[in-house]
């Protein structure tokens, strides 16, 4: 406009939408989180982008859209007092350290935007969100940009007295890399609120023999020769499932592509890990020595339909 190429009465027409005072945009152009993000860096240039808008910078976008905030408002923390929330974007004051501010690049022909770091980002997240939501969103951060628990409970301790930072920390407990989906987070965490043994993630399986590879799980249990092959085609998963069976494994299959709940799916688990329980127990040797036992051979079991 003050090139003279615009008026303030075009400005304010019908080709045109206000996202805050005097910035504007092209009607025909949808406004997103992306565009409320830019908006937001000329209304508050000291400011950083934070919350789902930056988790989806980062790219958490597939568990933003799981937690049911893809259309959540733009969230902007700023230094100072004196801002205003507004339509799609909601501003708050926080302080910000140097380290918790990182320059996105937004294309050639555009400025950087101001995002908050990884570990900042989940703070907000965490201290807003259920802790299965934000753990949920922290996992994909973790397995896309590097976020590791670490980082996130120095945060934490450097902001101790703050608001929610007991649950920031708890949740950062919780977050892990190996999670590629969200669904595979929840049943990761379900597993752990059933109060099973802690499941490692995203398994090479390995021979006894020799320790060669021999197949990948997608949960195993530390001390076990058991695993859990999740949301795997049926033909896939019975060829892995035999592979891993030839060298001493108990594999379970469940999931059915994504078709059963989360629910059903740890139910499943934990009806696994009884069934692998009793069979360690059946293996031992008698210590009376009075009745001869005979190892129990592995089997690959499938979900039954719910």
Known sequence: MTRGELTAWQLRGPGFAALGPDVYIDAEVRVDQLQEARASMLRHPDGAVTGTAAATLWGAGEAVADVGRAGAPTEVLVPVAGTRSRGGLEVRRAALDAVEVVAWPDGP????????????????LA????????VVVGDAMARRCG??????????DRRSGERGMARVRAA?????????????????LGVLLARLPPPLVDVVATRRADGGAVGALDLAWPGTYAGVLLDRHPEVAWACGE??????????????????????????????????????????????????????????FAAANP
């Open 127 to 134: 201290r807003r969100l259920a802790t299965v939501d934000a």
């Open 243 to 300: 592979e891993l069976q030839a060298h001493g494994w108990e594999v379970v299959s469940l999931g059915a592509q994504g078709e059963h709940s989360v629910e059903h799916v740890v139910e499943r688990v934990v009806a696994f890990l009884a069934h692998v329980d009793r069979v360690r127990w059946r293996d031992l040797p008698d210590i009376r020595r009075r009745f001869p036992r005979r190892p129990t051979a592995p089997r690959v």
């Open 109 to 124: 022909d555009s400025p950087p935007l101001r995002l908050t770091s990884p570990a900042r980002t989940f703070v907000e």
């Open 147 to 156: 976020l590791t628990p670490a980082e996130v409970v120095a945060l934490a």
């Open 172 to 188: 950062a407990a919780l977050v892990h890399p190996g999670a590629d989906t969200p669904r595979r987070t929840r049943i990761r």
